[in-house]
């Protein structure tokens, strides 16, 4: 069991009872002193057109690459969003598309482009986690169940549908295909810190370098 499942274990069973969300906090593991990438790969960490949560300026930028399907991009998105609220408008999330649970990450994210297209990306995605067990289980992945879900935040289905299929979809899918391999990512979620690879993985870790470089911003 490699340790993003060991910390989704321990995440997944915080969430049962509220306040253990964050047990792994106090369990700190020392930072390795990582440089940001390699200059030749900064376009391909952070792409223009990538959703972004969060203000736009902000001095520093969280980028996740994220696969809807994945139990541990569900069970870290709250733990994201409490970093992003915990340092207001410094912090901002860049997510990249990593469809690593085939047909169901794919279907999951061209509603989420169709969701962009609508101005609903945020809505779109949280009640796409909040119903992953349903249509991501490991017993059976049931990508027809999406849209309906996206639908009941608000979505325009038939509009969804065209959307879906736009060429401008298809192109965001296929360079964050291309993106993934070039930054050798394979694990979700894998978190970049102004460019610095998180590493050690963990909460505990992902809030220390995130408050390093926010404290970094300010000086």
């Given at each position: ?182 930054m050798g990512v394979r694990q979700t979620p894998t978190f970049f810190v ?21 404290a970094a911003a300010q000086t």
């Amino acid at each position: 069991m490699n340790r993003r499942s060991v910390i989704l274990s321990g995440l997944t069973l915080g969430i049962v009872g509220f306040g253990g969300a964050t047990w792994y906090a106090t369990r700190l593991a020392p930072l390795a002193e990582a440089e940001p990438v390699a200059p030749e790969l900064a376009e391909a960490l952070m792409r223009p057109y990538s959703p972004i949560l969060g203000p736009k300026t902000a001095p520093v930028t969280i980028v996740e690459f994220f696969d809807p399907a994945c139990e541990a991009c569900r069970a870290f998105h709250p733990i994201v969003k409490d970093i992003m609220a915990e340092h207001g408008d410094a912090v901002r999330v860049v997510i990249r598309y990593t469809p690593f649970h085939g047909e169901g990450s794919e279907t999951a994210i061209r509603v989420l482009e169709a969701a962009r297209m609508q101005d609903l990306f945020l809505p779109v995605l949280e009640a796409i986690l909040q119903e992953q067990p349903r249509w991501a289980s490991h017993g059976g992945i049931r990508p027809e169940l999406i849209l309906g879900i996206a639908a009941n935040a608000g979505l325009d289905e038939e509009a969804a549908r065209t959307q879906m299929m736009a060429p401008q979809t298809v192109g965001v899918l296929n360079q964050d295909r291309k993106d993934v391999e070039a930054m050798g990512v394979r694990q979700t979620p894998t978190f970049f810190v102004n460019g610095k690879p998180l590493d050690p993985f963990g909460e505990a870790e992902l809030r220390r370098l995130v408050a390093t470089e926010v404290a970094a911003a300010q000086t």
